[in-house]
């Protein structure tokens, strides 16, 4: 079926540091996957950080980027110099263009610590 | 803007009572709507999403179930409550045709 696999957590890195957190996925049922992180700041929602639809793009925001890499079926999370504000729950996801179904996965936790 | 509500946030309950949870999008007409579900430690899963009123479609089964009445508001419930249903339930809206999801707040359950 199709599936996210992601760095397990707690991840700590010191502040300025640089960060990666691994994701790859299996689409077995989904055409055209689209590839996702989301975040979950302390005491807040999730919410999108970033998207990429087609193989080889990048996409980036907050400092964060990641490569949809259709060779390796990966979407890596990465950042040059982390902040303390980026302690947070992140998640990679796959999701399909046109449909509904959305998978996981379980989420990593990210501690910067100043 | 749009707003997206969850209630309650939070509930305890006992095994084998009933359950109601609720979601309404303001400020979207239309919109795709789903729910998911977190157990302590695990990985959030799809359970239901809906295109349009009163259409829904189970994703996973949990001994749940979903309806839509409104085309802004989305319930999920059960008649008896296990305690594998604790954890933490999001609901979500999308625009027709697209992918990217907007989650709420969140109602998190607690089963005694």
């Known amino acids: 079926g199709d599936s996210v696999t992601q760095t397990e957590g707690p991840v700590t890195v010191s502040e300025s540091e640089s960060l990666i957190i691994n994701c790859t996925y299996s689409?077995?049922?989904?055409?055209?996957?689209?590839l996702f992180w989301y975040v979950r700041y302390p005491g807040e929602g999730l919410q999108l950080l970033l998207k990429?639809?087609?193989?080889?793009q990048k996409g980036s925001s907050r400092g964060f980027e990641a490569t949809y890499n259709k060779e390796t079926t990966s979407f890596h999370l990465q950042k040059a110099s982390v902040q303390e504000s980026d302690s947070a729950v992140y998640y990679c996801a796959l999701g399909g263009t046109g449909g509904y179904k959305v998978v996981f996965g379980s989420g990593t936790r990210l501690l910067v610590s100043p | 803007a749009q707003t997206i509500h969850q209630w309650p946030v939070a509930e305890i309950k006992a095994v084998g009572s009933p359950l109601s949870l609720g979601c309404t999008i303001k400020g979207k007409s239309s919109p795709n709507l789903y729910w998911y579900w977190q157990a302590t430690g695990g990985t959030l899963q799809q359970l239901f999403y809906s295109i349009t009123v009163g259409q829904v479609e189970s994703v996973v089964q949990l001994n749940l179930s979903a309806s839509r009445p409104k085309d802004d508001q989305f319930i999920l419930s059960t008649e008896k409550l296990l305690l594998s249903h604790s954890g933490f339930y999001l609901c979500?809206?999308?625009?027709?045709?697209?992918?990217?999801?907007?989650f709420g707040p969140g109602t998190r359950l607690l089963v005694l």
């Open positions: 990429v639809i087609t193989a080889g």
């Open positions: 689409a077995t049922s989904i055409a055209y996957p689209n």
């Open positions: 979500a809206w999308s625009l027709k045709g697209e992918d990217t999801q907007y």
